[in-house]
């Protein structure tokens, strides 16, 4: 026969507390605070369960999950502003049968959920595996004191072992509610395995991400290093860096030039390329004239099409002689250019034949 018990409910926003965990909580919702008062006249137990989502400031009985924990209440603190630090202490798992009343706070009767514990060579093999892969976990993320290891490797209860180990592990709130609601222990053990090697991907994941951005930066940091220590020297010895002042002033005249990104950024490898070279390299010339060209172009500037035909007829009547063909040819592209507003046509090359 199922066990049932009437007892207070106190909803938890983004936290949830599995059996044998011990909490602190902070109270402040006005019927969270009723809640705890009437469990304390009660006989300090209360069942805590978890808001589907946080950011409901006053659930009601479609905004809690159906399954939670029964724990007893171990110490009260009144702190400023109205709000209770509590310390809670999970006993079990429990199931909403009924809510027998919503005010002044909730009240509800709760099943009590026996949980298999049932060891079998195959609980066993899923209990060290997971024991490892905590260990590899404590390694990767250094949140947890290694010591933590050595109490998890003493607990023989395979659904106590699950609970303790997803009590350290930064799970969303649905995934410790998935494992809160799996009352076989084997169920439980294969779901924290899925979810803690998802965790360890994602660790690895950061780890790299964080090396790659931490040799950028150093790199970055030597460059720039090396560059003020140059800077320094030259001074002190009154010379002048050249190259130096003209990368600079390239790269002033690039910011000013308002060019698309992609041609800045190849103007600025440019200008690195122009700096790192030696002074008499034939390269340079080359990458100067390349930088002076590109900056000369009117990026930002535009103009208005002007297709009269009859007026660049007589325009090119009375610059150039003869060339009937060429003119021509121009003649009709802009006739072209007249009658599509939008077109990606073939440019014009002139080709004078000697």
Same mark, same amino acid.
């Given at each position: 026969?199922?066990?049932?018990?009437?007892?207070t409910?106190l909803? *938890?926003?983004?936290?949830?507390?599995? #059996?044998? /965990?011990? /909490?602190? *909580?902070?109270?402040?919702?006005?019927?969270?605070v009723?809640?705890l008062?009437?469990?304390?006249?009660d006989?300090n137990r209360?069942?805590?369960?978890?808001?589907?989502?946080?950011?409901?400031?006053?659930?009601?009985?479609?905004?809690l999950?159906?399954?939670g924990t029964?724990?007893?209440?171990?110490?009260?603190?009144?702190?400023p502003?109205?709000?209770?630090?509590?310390l809670v202490e999970?006993?079990?798992?429990a199931?909403?049968?009924?809510?027998i009343?919503?005010?002044?706070c909730?009240t509800?009767?709760?099943?009590?959920?026996?949980?298999?514990?049932?060891r079998?060579p195959e609980v066993?093999?899923l209990?060290r595996?997971?024991?490892?892969?905590?260990?590899q976990?404590?390694?990767?993320?250094?949140?947890?004191?290694?010591?933590t290891?050595?109490?998890?490797?003493e607990?023989?209860?395979?659904?106590?072992?699950?609970?303790?180990?997803?009590?350290?592990?930064?799970?969303k709130?649905?995934?410790?509610?998935e494992? *809160? $609601?799996?009352?076989?222990?084997?169920?439980r053990l294969?779901?924290l395995?899925?979810?803690?090697?998802?965790?360890?991907?994602?660790?690895?994941i950061?780890?790299?991400?964080?090396l790659?951005?931490?040799?950028? /930066?150093?790199?970055?940091?030597?460059?720039y290093?090396?560059?003020?220590? /140059?800077k320094a020297?030259q001074? &002190? *010895?009154?010379d002048?860096?050249?190259?130096?002042?003209?990368?600079?002033?390239y790269?002033?005249?690039?910011?000013?030039?308002?060019?698309?990104?992609e041609v800045?950024?190849?103007?600025?490898?440019?200008? &690195?390329?122009? &700096?790192?070279?030696?002074?008499a390299?034939? $390269?340079g010339?080359?990458?100067?004239?390349?930088?002076d060209?590109?900056?000369?172009? #009117?990026?930002a500037?535009?103009t208005?099409?002007?297709?009269?035909?009859?007026?660049? $007829?007589?325009?090119?009547?009375?610059?150039?002689?003869?060339?009937?063909?060429?003119k021509?040819?121009?003649?009709?592209?802009?006739?072209?250019?007249?009658?599509? &507003?939008k077109l990606?046509?073939?440019?014009?090359c002139l080709?004078?034949k000697?």
């Amino acid at each position: 026969m199922k066990q049932r018990e009437k007892l207070t409910l106190l909803p *938890l926003r983004g936290v949830l507390v599995f #059996p044998n /965990m011990v /909490m602190h *909580l902070d109270v402040g919702r006005e019927r969270s605070v009723t809640a705890l008062n009437q469990a304390m006249v009660d006989n300090n137990r209360i069942l805590l369960v978890a808001q589907k989502d946080a950011r409901v400031d006053e659930p009601g009985e479609e905004d809690l999950y159906t399954v939670g924990t029964v724990a007893e209440i171990k110490q009260l603190i009144k702190l400023p502003g109205g709000t209770i630090r509590v310390l809670v202490e999970g006993i079990h798992r429990a199931r909403i049968a009924k809510f027998i009343s919503t005010e002044p706070c909730f009240t509800v009767e709760a099943i009590h959920l026996r949980e298999d514990e049932t060891r079998t060579p195959e609980v066993d093999a899923l209990m060290r595996s997971l024991i490892y892969q905590f260990e590899q976990y404590i390694k990767v993320s250094r949140r947890i004191q290694p010591e933590t290891l050595i109490t998890v490797s003493e607990i023989e209860e395979p659904g106590r072992l699950a609970d303790v180990i997803a009590s350290h592990l930064t799970l969303k709130i649905n995934q410790k509610q998935e494992l *809160l $609601e799996a009352v076989i222990a084997k169920d439980r053990l294969e779901k924290l395995s899925i979810f803690l090697g998802r965790e360890m991907e994602i660790l690895e994941i950061e780890r790299k991400i964080n090396l790659r951005v931490r040799k950028q /930066m150093e790199t970055t940091q030597k460059e720039y290093y090396l560059r003020e220590q /140059m800077k320094a020297i030259q001074k &002190e *010895l009154g010379d002048k860096d050249e190259r130096a002042a003209e990368a600079e002033e390239y790269r002033e005249k690039i910011e000013k030039a308002s060019l698309p990104e992609e041609v800045k950024e190849k103007a600025l490898k440019e200008v &690195e390329r122009l &700096e790192k070279m030696p002074p008499a390299a034939a $390269e340079g010339i080359v990458i100067r004239t390349y930088l002076d060209w590109l900056l000369e172009l #009117p990026w930002a500037v535009a103009t208005t099409d002007r297709l009269d035909l009859d007026r660049a $007829e007589q325009i090119l009547d009375e610059d150039h002689y003869g060339l009937k063909n060429v003119k021509e040819r121009i003649i009709e592209y802009l006739a072209v250019r007249h009658l599509a &507003e939008k077109l990606k046509g073939p440019i014009l090359c002139l080709i004078d034949k000697v």
